[in-house]
């Protein structure tokens, strides 16, 4: 086969509940991965599920898939690899029209985790990671975000939770079942894409190898936030080395005022899109919008390191006080060239000098303030073991944020955050 693997990591979260959105930390998981190469000549693909599990106890993890080829994993707390589990199909037609595949992952813990994503090229050359939403946490309406510079196919992947899942991806619609998988692919921009369901499911989307602009094409994945997990108000701070950085901007609605900074920077409809470029800044809207960050090449700033990755950023009011216990991704080395790690801590006004970060209280001045705001960013470089973020006092709120660059790679996820649940 392709030598692709599926590894599975247990690190260790606890969770508390905050306001009427509730974390992404939960017993239940569906999600998928979509081609992160398309030449079969290419060294295969790892495919990893990294579960943090912070509670007291061992976690009992059961992964299934209905893939030809997988067995069943079950595993207590302890790391483990498991080699040639799932291979996926080593490409897949782009030409725009619905592919129905058996490839949905489940993961289901007895007890409460965090469950994180993440595919890399063996030969170190593209990568990237993605939050897995909890089932709890999936919804019947999403809009897709892919490459707006495409090399290899645009990709919006639908895995079904329940049976007779009734799924409309734009003009298409198809029925699967429990962990199949309904995807398009499409070297056309798949942004602004309305993907609508009568059950709820999950997506993952993004570019098998896009760009942002400058540099090498890399993998971009993003597991979606349903409609009803957007937001208004988003803290934006560009990556460590860069002074500015873009983003993609999606919204559902007509009429979306889009400013970064108190200057309006995209006026859109319901399934538009707009790249926008922008220092550490507030951004804000007038109805709900969908957000993530482009990683980017970081040229003679950094020896060129870094490269496109999607990166979800979550609003504001789904900041939360719960422990985050995290580890960077991005494992194999492009020509010897070590990675580099990095966090973000994004927090309001009672955040700054009231969060441990690997149990040492940060120094308030140690936060820079984001512009015109109530929010601070803490921005540093790590490594790339297990880290934790938590605090206890009642009233600072946080979102995490681990990325990593590579030799003409990147990747990057959203740690565990809050979002409205269905239950
Ligand atoms: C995809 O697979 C088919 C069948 O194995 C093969 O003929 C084709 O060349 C492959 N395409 C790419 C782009 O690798
Ligand atoms: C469906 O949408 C695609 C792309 O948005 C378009 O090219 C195609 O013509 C549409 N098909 C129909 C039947 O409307
Ligand atoms: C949104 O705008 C589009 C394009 O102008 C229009 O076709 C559509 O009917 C509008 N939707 C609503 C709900 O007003
Ligand atoms: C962490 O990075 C170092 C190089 O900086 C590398 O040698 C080591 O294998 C990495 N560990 C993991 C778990 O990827």
């Known amino acids: 086969m392709d030598g692709r693997t599926l590894c599975l990591l247990l690190v260790s979260t606890s969770f508390t509940y905050a306001d009427s959105n509730v974390p992404t930390i939960a017993n239940d998981f569906v999600f998928t991965f979509f081609n992160a190469y398309y030449y079969n000549n290419q060294p295969g693909v790892l495919l990893l599920a990294l579960v943090s599990n912070n509670n007291n106890g061992a976690a009992n993890v059961v992964v299934t898939s209905p893939y030809p080829s997988f067995t069943t994993i079950r595993i207590p707390i302890t790391p483990i690899s498991i080699e040639d589990q799932f291979p996926g199909p080593p490409n897949i037609t782009a030409d725009g029209r619905i592919f129905v595949e058996d490839k949905g992952i489940r993961l289901q813990s007895d007890l409460p985790v965090a469950v994180y994503a993440h595919a890399e090229v063996y030969n170190g050359a593209s990568a990237d990671s993605f ?72 997506v993952v989307s993004g570019c098998m190898c896009g760009f942002v602009f400058d540099g090498a094409c890399n993998y971009e994945a993003v597991m979606l936030l349903p409609v009803g997990g957007w937001g208004t108000q988003f803290v934006a701070i560009p990556f460590m080395y860069l002074p500015k950085n873009y983003y993609q901007v999606v919204a559902n609605t007509n009429s979306t005022v889009v400013s970064a900074g ?108 984001v512009p015109n705001s109530n929010f601070y960013y803490y921005e540093s470089i ?38 409205p649940s269905r239950i």
Request: glycine fraction near 10%; charged fraction near 10%.
């Open 382 to 419: 790590t490594f790339n073991t297990t880290h934790s973020v938590k605090t206890n006092n009642p009233g600072t709120q946080y979102s995490v944020i681990s990325y990593s660059y590579g030799l003409g790679n990147g990747c990057g996820f959203i740690c565990a955050f809050s979002l």
């Open 262 to 369: 108190g200057t309006t920077v995209a006026t859109l409809n319901a399934g538009e899109y707009r790249i926008i470029q922008t220092g550490a800044a507030l951004i804000t809207s007038n109805y709900p919008v969908q957000l993530i960050q482009l990683g980017e090449d970081t040229g003679n700033l950094d020896n060129y390191m870094g490269n496109a990755f999607f990166l979800q950023l979550p609003s504001t009011d789904k900041m939360s006080s719960t422990n985050v216990l995290f580890q960077p991704t991005g494992f194999f080395e492009l020509f010897g060239t070590h990675f580099q790690f990095f966090l973000r801590i994004v927090t309001n006004l009672a955040g700054a000098g009231r969060i441990q970060l690997d149990g040492t209280t940060i120094d308030a001045l140690q936060f820079k303030h």
């Open 131 to 202: 939050l897995v939403l909890p089932t709890v946490h999936l919804g019947t309406q999403y809009v897709a975000l892919t490459s707006t510079e495409s090399g290899l196919p645009n990709v919006i992947a639908v895995v079904a939770y329940q049976d007779n899942t009734q799924v409309t991806i734009g003009n298409q619609t198809v029925t699967i079942n429990a962990l199949q998988v309904a995807s398009i692919a499409s070297k056309n921009v798949l942004s602004g894409i309305f993907i609508n369901g009568n059950k709820p499911f999950g």
